[in-house]
C-alpha cells in the first residue's frame, strides 16, 4: 500500500533554512501529488502548497511566496520541502500529503509527520 | 480564500451516541469537501472525500453529505477509538483550507 516516511525532527535558528523529506513506496510516483501540510502545536491544519510529481510543477499558498521550495527525485521516488528565512511561528509539524488517488487536491495518505522547531 | 466554518469546536458524548459535525464554506465548494479523522501525537487520515464518498478501510458508522456551502460529518455510533479531533478541507479551489477542527470525546 502507499506509504510516505519523512526525516527526523529539526532545529533551527531564526533566518535559516530547512530542508523536510518525503520518501514514497507503494505506488506508481509520477502518477500522483505530493502537498505539504503544517500543524503548529495545539492548532489546526494549514495547507502549504503542491508538487506534480510528473511534472515537477508546483503551487504554494500565497503566505509563503518567497520562502518556500517543493522539488522532487524521481529517481528514488521522493519529494523535499525547503522553507527558508525561518521565524518562530515556522515552529510546527511538517506533513508531506499523498494526492489523486481520488482528487488532485484530497490528502489520501500521510507521511508521519516531520517536528520543525525554530528557536535562538 | 475559501473560509471553512466547523462546529462545534468541541463535543462530549456517551458511547453509541450519534455525533454530528458541520462545515459552512464561504462560497458554493460544489461538494469538493473531505474530512479527516487525527488521533493525538498521529497524522491526520483521510475518512471521507468528495463529501461522501467513505475511503477504503474506513467504518460504515462515518458518512458525509451536503452540497452548496453547508456539509456535515456523522458517526452513527460512537466508538472509543473514535475520540479524535476531525476536520473538514475544501478542495474546490487553491489555496485549500481547513475548518478549525472539532475535538470529540468521551462522556
Known amino acids: ?120 | 480564500d475559501i473560509q471553512m466554518t466547523q462546529s462545534p469546536s468541541s463535543l462530549s458524548a456517551s458511547l453509541g451516541d450519534r455525533v454530528t459535525i458541520t462545515c459552512q464554506a464561504s462560497q458554493d465548494i460544489t461538494n469538493f469537501l473531505s474530512w479527516y479523522q487525527q488521533k493525538p501525537g498521529k497524522a491526520p487520515k483521510l475518512l471521507i472525500y468528495g463529501a461522501s464518498n467513505l475511503a477504503t478501510g474506513v467504518p460504515s458508522r462515518f458518512s458525509g453529505s451536503g452540497s452548496g456551502t453547508d456539509y456535515s460529518f456523522t458517526i452513527s455510533s460512537l466508538q472509543p477509538e473514535d475520540v479524535a479531533t476531525y476536520y473538514c478541507q475544501q478542495h474546490t479551489s487553491l489555496p485549500l483550507t481547513f475548518g478549525g477542527g472539532t475535538k470529540v470525546e468521551i462522556k
Open chain 1, 1 to 120: 500500500q502507499a506509504q510516505l516516511l519523512q526525516s527526523g525532527a529539526d532545529v533551527k535558528k531564526p533566518g535559516a533554512s530547512v530542508r523536510v523529506s518525503c520518501t514514497t513506496s507503494g505506488f506508481t510516483f509520477i502518477d500522483y501529488y505530493i502537498h505539504w501540510v503544517r500543524q503548529a502545536p495545539g492548532q489546526g491544519l494549514e495547507w502549504m502548497g503542491r508538487i506534480n510529481l510528473y511534472s515537477g510543477g508546483t503551487i504554494h499558498a500565497p503566505k509563503f511566496q518567497g520562502r518556500i521550495t517543493m522539488t522532487r527525485d524521481t529517481s528514488i521516488s521522493a519529494a523535499y520541502l525547503d522553507l527558508s528565512r525561518l521565524t518562530s511561528d515556522d515552529t510546527a509539524r511538517y506533513f508531506c500529503a499523498g494526492g489523486g488517488f481520488h482528487y488532485t487536491d484530497t490528502f489520501d495518505v500521510w507521511g508521519q509527520g516531520t517536528m520543525v522547531t525554530v528557536s535562538s
